[in-house]
């Protein structure tokens, strides 16, 4: 039977009891004689009965449930980021970070193609430098989780003069199909922060919901001397805001919208904005472009006589969308300290009922745990799976 607590909310009753309960009805109208066993005809009716209530019971805590923000999904979840004005984002496209080479003053700005066939294009355009170099941010044409190789970009499309070579040292970044359940949740916490103003999570609130930003990241100094967190030097009475994807225009916008007067920002590229009521301002914001962070994770298992033939391309498999947060939890994300022990869950679904341990090396060796700063980007490197 469905009950209410007006401190715990809906609960029912287990099968046991719902069982015992239907029994009882049908004694009342049909005698205490009556043979209600679970071979009897009567009993064989009212275990149906008693499922058919439990099945009920189980449809209404569900709908109960999705009133819940820690709960909900679908299109109950997209019905409370309506209160919020929020719609669910779309599949994201893969980044990869590019070295340009060519003549200084040349300005990049096209498409690439990587040697799996996928076409990648500018996220924004860059001037090369004096020192004949520049990185450059790219995105996949087609959106959702699409690797891309380290060094697998070689190709200009595009034809610019004074563009000469360009090459990913790093694999892509990971995209994402359309946003998961937890992202969403996370989101939708985090935007609570937009309807205030001059803080760092005013910020960030209004840049994270920008089309195909993957990640971000605002940290903010109050104080009169520079400080440092997760690996960044911020001077005084500044924003640090690191941004990974979305238009620079729109994060500029957003600054814009969010950032008190007074205030400096601080990054490695600069923006800028005018708002078009008054055009006679132009506004520079410094922002943060993340360099990638390669992270590998290395897995030690025993092999049993239930272990399966493609165990390592399964761990790769689930360890991966783990890591880019394509299931139920959110993805590694920067300033943050990642735990290997994250994977833990990953590679039992995968199948390896002995593990023996998980290492992640991001070019320190295997370690428990590695700290990603603010300012880098963590993309998955290789999946090494050793079976003992």
Request: proline share 6%; aromatic share 8%; glycine share 8%.
């Amino acid at each position: 039977m469905l009950r209410f607590d007006p401190a715990t909310g809906l609960y029912v009753d287990d099968t046991p009891t719902l069982r015992a309960q239907t029994e009882a009805l049908w004694k009342a109208a049909l005698g205490e004689d009556l043979d209600t066993s679970p071979g009897s005809p009567a009993g064989q009716l009212i275990d149906s009965q008693a499922a058919l209530v439990a099945e009920k019971d189980r449809q209404i805590l569900y709908l109960a449930n999705q009133f819940n923000p820690a709960a909900n999904e679908g299109v109950w979840q997209d019905a409370l980021g309506q209160i919020y004005f929020m719609d669910r984002l779309g599949a994201a496209p893969t980044l990869v970070s590019c070295v340009c080479t060519g003549l200084p003053g040349t300005v990049i700005s096209g498409t690439v193609q990587a040697t799996v066939g996928e076409l990648l294009t500018t996220v924004s355009s860059v001037t090369i430098p004096s020192s004949g170099s520049v990185q450059v941010s790219f995105r996949t044409i087609n959106e959702g989780p699409i690797v891309i190789p380290a060094n697998s970009v070689k190709q200009i499309i595009t034809t610019i003069p004074g563009w000469d070579t360009v090459d990913n040292p790093q694999p892509g970044v990971l995209g994402r199909n359309i946003e998961s359940r937890s992202e969403f949740e996370a989101r939708r916490y985090a935007s609570v922060a937009s309807n205030s103003q001059g803080r760092a999570a005013s910020i960030y609130g209004q840049v994270s919901q920008i089309e195909d930003v993957v990640d971000a990241v605002v940290l903010e100094n109050f104080e009169v001397a520079p400080v440092t967190e997760f690996g960044v030097t911020i001077p005084a009475h500044s924003f640090f805001i690191c941004v990974a994807g979305g238009d620079e225009q729109s994060i500029a916008q957003a600054i814009y919208q969010k950032k008190d007067g007074g205030a400096g920002t601080f990054g490695n590229t600069a923006i800028d904005y005018v708002d078009p009521e008054y055009p006679l301002a132009t506004y520079t914001y410094h922002i943060e472009r993340p360099a990638p962070l390669v992270i590998d994770v290395i897995v030690t298992i025993k092999r049993t006589p239930t272990t399966p033939t493609d165990i390592a391309s399964r761990i790769e498999d689930e360890v991966t969308l783990n890591f880019y947060g394509q299931g139920d939890v959110d993805r590694v994300r920067m300033a943050s300290t990642l735990y290997a022990s994250r994977f833990y869950a990953p590679v039992v679904m995968a199948g390896a009922t002995e593990l023996v341990s998980v290492k992640i090396d991001a070019g320190s060796g295997p370690v428990d745990s590695v700290v990603i700063n603010a300012n880098q980007l963590p993309t998955l490197g290789n999946i090494q799976t050793v079976i003992t």
